[in-house]
């Protein structure tokens, strides 16, 4: 049996998967070789650290912990780059039918410690069955309620999350009361790297970058809505 012709609207899209594959095995790659040289310093230096608290060399140990906590960061950023390189690996080949409603509960149950410690609130009506990656679409879900657990308000964070039906697909709102966005920024907070002012520890810029990848590998789109002081409410499309 003849393999179909690829024709010429099929070329960009074709180039730029197999451009997004070799970045992202690439970063795969990188990231892997630099987890190893990082966790050698970080156990090295905590050991120091150890020893220098026996010895009550307060100088030492506080340079020792300014090492730790920077090693502790590159951590952070490359798990970030591991979860944004296998966005850029999403294809329709991985699709299921997937619950939204169970991965959601999934999210919750490992984010119960943050959300416990927060005081935080998650409400959630009914989710529909979607077709796509499953582990995906997981990191989506865990991406949007992390951003208002490090970006949030003095008042008691609550999260509202909620779908509807329109016409071919279906929209999705993550709507919290966190401190919210300045208009301008909207648009900014979805590119690689881009880091809003926060009272608690910094993220590494690349989650709701990782959430624009996921939506849009899965032929949605993501957007936000906000105001400084009246929390932010993010929505996403996925096919029906």
Not at 6 to 17: F, G, H, I, K, N
Not at 112 to 119: C, N, Q, T
Request: aromatic share 6%; charged share 25%.
């Amino acid at each position: 049996m003849s393999r179909p012709a690829v024709t010429a609207r099929d070329l960009p899209q074709m180039e730029r998967s197999k451009s997004d594959r070799e970045i992202s095995e690439f970063l795969l790659r990188a990231c892997h070789d630099l987890r190893s040289a990082a966790r050698g310093v970080r156990t090295h230096s905590e050991l120091f650290l150890k020893e220098a608290g026996k010895s009550r060399d307060s100088a030492s140990g506080q340079r020792l912990g300014f090492i730790v906590e920077g090693v502790r960061r590159i951590d952070l950023l490359l798990d970030s780059l591991v979860h944004y390189s296998l966005a850029l690996q999403i294809e329709s080949a991985s699709f299921q039918s997937t619950s939204m409603g169970v991965l959601l509960r999934l999210v919750l149950a490992r984010l119960d410690k943050d959300l416990r410690a927060s005081g935080a609130k998650v409400i959630y009506g009914e989710l529909p069955t979607v077709t796509g990656n499953p582990d995906r679409l997981m990191q989506l879900f865990e991406n949007l309620l992390r951003n208002p657990l490090v970006h949030c308000s003095s008042a008691p964070l609550r999260i509202q999350i909620s779908a509807a039906s329109q016409a071919g697909h279906w929209l999705f709102t993550v709507r919290d009361n966190g401190s919210g966005i300045e208009p301008a920024l909207l648009e900014r907070v979805f590119m690689p790297f881009e880091r809003l002012e926060s009272k608690h520890r910094p993220g590494a810029g690349l989650g709701l970058a990782t959430c624009r990848v996921i939506v849009e590998r899965h032929g949605g789109r993501i957007w936000a809505e906000s105001q400084p002081g009246s929390g932010t409410t993010f929505h996403f499309t996925l096919p029906a």
